[in-house]
Nanobody, 124 residues
C-alpha cells in the first residue's frame, strides 16, 4: 500500500488548509487511518484517526474543535480539514494506515503504512 499526502502549504494564522491522503490500493477502505505531525526538533505526534467506516474518530486535544478528519472510501482518500490554524501547528504532516485494528489507535507504532509527509507552515 502506498500513501500519497498532499495539500500542505504556507498559510497565515487563523487560516485553513485541507490535507488529502490517497492510497494506491482499495484495501485501504477497510483500514484505520491516522494523521500525525512532526514539528522541527520534536517527536512525531498523533493528530487524528478514523475507523474504516468513519464511526469512531479521535483527536489530539491540541487540535480538537479546529481539525476534522474524514474519509471517502470510494476514492480511497482520507482528509484532514484544518481550521483556525496556529503557528504551533507548523509541522510535516503524515498520513498512516493501520490494517490490523478496528478501533483507531493514537500510537504511531501500530500503523504499518506511511505517506511521505506534506509540510504545513503557519505564519504569525
Amino acid at each position: 500500500v502506498q500513501l500519497q499526502a498532499s495539500g500542505g502549504g504556507l498559510v497565515q494564522a487563523g487560516g485553513s488548509l485541507r490535507l488529502s491522503c490517497t492510497a494506491s490500493a482499495r484495501t485501504l477502505s477497510s483500514y484505520v487511518m491516522g494523521w500525525f505531525r512532526q514539528a522541527p526538533g520534536k517527536e512525531r505526534e498523533f493528530v487524528a484517526a478514523i475507523s474504516w467506516n468513519g464511526g469512531t474518530i479521535y483527536y489530539a486535544d491540541s487540535v480538537k474543535g479546529r481539525f476534522t478528519i474524514s474519509r471517502d472510501n470510494s476514492k480511497t482518500t482520507v482528509y484532514l480539514q484544518m481550521n483556525s490554524l496556529k503557528p504551533e501547528d507548523t509541522a510535516v504532516y503524515y498520513c498512516a494506515a493501520d490494517p490490523k485494528n478496528i478501533i483507531p489507535r493514537t500510537s504511531q507504532y501500530v500503523y504499518d503504512y506511511w505517506g511521505q509527509g506534506t509540510l504545513v507552515t503557519v505564519s504569525s
